[in-house]
């Protein structure tokens, strides 16, 4: 049976306080669940736009990317022309009400930007306070002290690994491609269950040229599950803009037969059977229509 587990990442006040609820009508309608991932502190998503205009080729990127009628225009000039405003204070309800419906949730991060952009460049200390001010909020907001997280950006270090497994979490969604592993950095290994994104995300497949329109994408994702796969969307993205073609790309699985378990549901499973769990180097590679790296415990499956 396939299975497609999503994996849902709220990066900005915008995505969480507007796109959480229309993605939690588009699950319930179809009686499916997810697992959300919150970023809680400075909503900075607009230091990233504007680096779209500092680089080569910013015009050939935008235009593919349609950045501004993906994320919106308030989004891209937040933390920038415009103040940055906290996540938390401002979609606190939305959050909540992901949790009450029965979805998973976890720690997405504190300062997406700021993490993916200069988790190498942070002094130690800092990677463990960004980290527990995330947690910090999760508790406040939630009620309970979080079970799992997921790198903004897909981005780790060994430091962030280390910082991570303090928290004795149940599993983590920090890295692409491949099958569950324990990670290990810097010399060391981890023992905190680590679940990959597998699909591609459909802000990368929107950059993919031989996908021009809705169909197109729409077809590439009915054919993309496999076996077991973690799909990862954008509440900025599939809660807004793309929404349509989100539940329709779900329509089509379920039309499939495809199961949607939850991220945890995946963990406890690789968990029954822990002996058989491998041990991963963590690496970083590039997948196709990112900009930027991501970490991988298997370099090999970015080939394929
Ligand atoms: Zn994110």
Not at 263 to 268: C, G, H, R, V
């Amino acid at each position: 049976m396939k299975r497609v587990s999503l994996k849902v990442d709220c990066d900005t006040l915008e995505g969480t306080r507007d796109g959480v609820p229309r993605l939690l009508e588009i699950l319930a309608e179809r009686r499916i669940r997810a697992t959300f991932y919150f970023t809680f502190g400075p909503d900075r998503s607009g230091v990233a736009a504007m680096r779209v205009f500092t680089q080569r080729g910013f015009l050939t990127k935008m235009l593919r990317s349609r950045a501004a009628s993906l994320y919106g225009w308030r989004t891209m000039l937040s933390g920038t022309l415009l103040p940055a405003p906290s996540i938390a204070h401002g979609a606190a309800d939305a959050m909540r009400a992901a949790a009450a419906a029965g979805h998973d949730t976890g720690v997405h991060g504190w300062d997406h930007v700021g993490w993916h952009d200069g988790l190498d460049r942070m002094a130690p200390e800092r990677v463990a306070e960004e980290y527990g001010l995330a947690h910090a909020e999760y508790l406040r907001v939630l009620g309970m002290p979080a079970r799992t997280s997921a790198a903004p950006g897909w981005t780790v270090s060994a430091r962030s690994l280390a910082v991570q497994e303090e928290r004795s979490l149940h599993h983590t969604s920090d890295t692409r491609l491949g099958g569950p592993f324990f990670p290990s950095a810097g010399g060391r290994s981890f023992s905190t269950l680590e679940i990959p994104t597998t699909l591609p995300t459909l802000d990368e497949t929107l950059a993919w040229p031989e996908l021009a329109d809705d169909t197109a994408q729409r077809a590439f994702f009915r054919s993309a599950p496999k076996d077991t796969e973690v799909h990862t969307i954008h509440a900025e993205v599939e809660g807004g803009s793309k929404a349509g073609l989100f539940a329709a790309i779900v329509d089509d699985w379920l039309a499939a037969g495809v199961a949607f378990p939850l991220l945890s549901e995946l963990a406890d499973e690789a968990l029954e059977e822990r002996e058989r769990i491998p041990v991963r180097e963590v690496v970083r590679t590039r997948v196709r229509g990112r900009g930027g790296i991501v970490a991988t415990g298997w370099p090999e499956a970015s080939r394929r």
